[in-house]
């Protein structure tokens, strides 16, 4: 899919039981238990208070026992009212917000220039500047009628500037070969292994290369094994081959013809079905998911170890190559240090390309190219790209254009997006509120690592020091608000008018050049890997830092009107589960610095791994509904990680809403909600904790979610965490075993 898909939530960088049908659930507990605290003082009555509390009633199935099945009781109405519309493969609360967030963008992007306060004349220039940039982007991607007229011109020009076909013939060569890697990398369009710039495990202070597998077209090597995937696969590939390659679909055929020597003697079958089984060699050596965070796997080398160990590729070649076609100064020489994510991929490789033909590693160039930039050609041509979207994510239709306009946008502009959609929704009253939310959240997790059953003295007081020493950033990076750095941040991005394809690849082109040139140079730890649009949230290891951009950072997971306890549960357990991956399974391996090093002890270790084993048998015990009713178990090891951060955001969310009970007594919003009285502040927490993760999903998307992804689904994301909850088990007065109280607990944090 060529757009941001918003399923994948709250990354590491990156059940629900029947409904009875007599009601358990006595009612009359909850009225019983609040009576007498009954006080239209305490209620709040503001039209903000009357609006959401309509909407937590509207979502919630009272029928059903919290005890019993917690997602049903709070989120069985959402699931029946909502329907997921046919653009979309999942909707949630995570989805209304990022539609809201569509909403902000499309006003801002459709309107006029707005003006910046206190600024010189120079500074309104080059933030205007920015914001023409920004809608000559955006009005290039709305003119269908623009980009129908070039039909598949742009694909075939920039095919055949490529040279993919005509120098087919060289790849037989190490040469050939590597010249055809370095090409397709600049593109962002690599073929047989990829290559990224992040910080070094081993010394968090300097960007270095990685190189590592590179994403096929089916998501995992399951896939590849089905028959219908492997189909529709074929459908896809080959109705794009000939819709691009066949000369017969263009007016223009002698000229395309010749670029492709012949193209209509090509046989497309043929092709495809090569194309298809070198994938799947390439996704049988693939290091597994469930190993993506496996640091054991990463294996140091030079340009001439490299060289030794991996003759396909003329690597001094390859990089020379790379960085002079963007016109950066190569900064890698012999002694250069090279990452490498799993060396027995490359390995592999090795084999692989020996029973490889030029004509398979040809089409499959193309192919790639062709999947990439299909998208953005006339739709007349690229329809069989959309069944992709089908296959992995049950998705029926396009989304609107001005919503798939919004995410290009957001993709190549970003940061000059956020700049204007700050300015809309975002204050520096929000930024200091989330702060002082954090704050608490931070102070929990410290009170609560010494009491930690599996910590030591020793490591307790490094772990005290990691929160510490671990860097917060809310909203937007800071440099977005000063106008001669946004414009600063975009130089070299060249935004054509009227052109979309162009546009598209001169983004591609800008965002690998910008990569290639943090190589070598100290690592900025003030950079934001997500967008102040995302609805999203990150901790990354390695810069040490946890983030939470605006987009996230909205209603009704986060507002100056929620009460306290409805923030807390949502965006307060958002922050405590970035935080809690700092010392998950993969978390735990870097220290305070982001450096990959041994700061535990061994017993510490050992407890921790024995506990995760808990964790693992829960999860794994957990399944989802899978295409054709079938029963999909979770990867109890794939999701461990995000599971361990669910259950301390959790804990850490309600000991940090406790807290700041204690703090700053009037300046707390505390008050109970008209309608929702017969709920106490500490179930309301429970209630809008689960209504963070209300859902449904297309059985696709859950199929393509268990094999790849390492989040749980949402109803097990809310089931796991609260059955392991004694806590919560106490605020809803769930009696020992039933099914949310399961006498047998995980417990970490
Ligand atoms: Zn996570």
Redesign the pocket.
Known sequence: MNFKNIHII???I?LSLMVSSSPIFDGGLYGKAMKNKEDNDDVCSTPECVATSERILKYMNEEVDPCVDFYEFTCGNYMRINTIPDDQSVISPFYDINIDNINVARGILEGEYKGINNSTLEQQNLDEKTFKKLKTFYNGCMDEQNIKSKDKKPLVDLLNQLEIYKNKDTYKDVNGLTALNAKLMIYNAPILFGFSVQTDLWDSNNEMIYLGQTKLGLPSKEYYEQEEAVTKYKEIIKGMLTNILNDENQDSGNFLTKLFGGSNERDFDKLTDSIIELEKKLANIAIPPEKKFDFSLVSKFNIKSLNEKFPYINWPLYFETVFGLVNIKNTVDESTLIFVYGPTYFEGLNNILKETDVETLTAYAEWTIISKYGYYISNEFNKPLKIMDKLLYGIESDPARSEYCINMVDTSMGMALGRFFVDEVFNNNSREMAENLLENIRESMKERIPKMSWIDKQTSKLAIEKVDAIIQKIGYPDFIMDPAKLDEEYKGFEIVNNDFFTNMVNSSKFIVSKILKEVNNPTDRTKWLMTPLTVNAY?SPMSSDINFPAGILRNPFFSSTNPNYLNYGAIGVIMG??LT?AFDNDGKEFDKNGKLSNWWTNSATEEFNKLTQCFVEQYGNYTVDGTDGKKINVNGKLTL??NL?DNGGLACGYDAYKRSLSKNKNKNNNQRLPGLTKYSQDQLFYISFGQAWCGKLRPELAVTQSLTDE?SINNIRVIGALSNSKEFAKAFKCKPNSPMNPEKKCSMY
């Open positions: 709250l990354s590491f990156s901790y589960h970035e991956h990680g995000e951060a989040h």
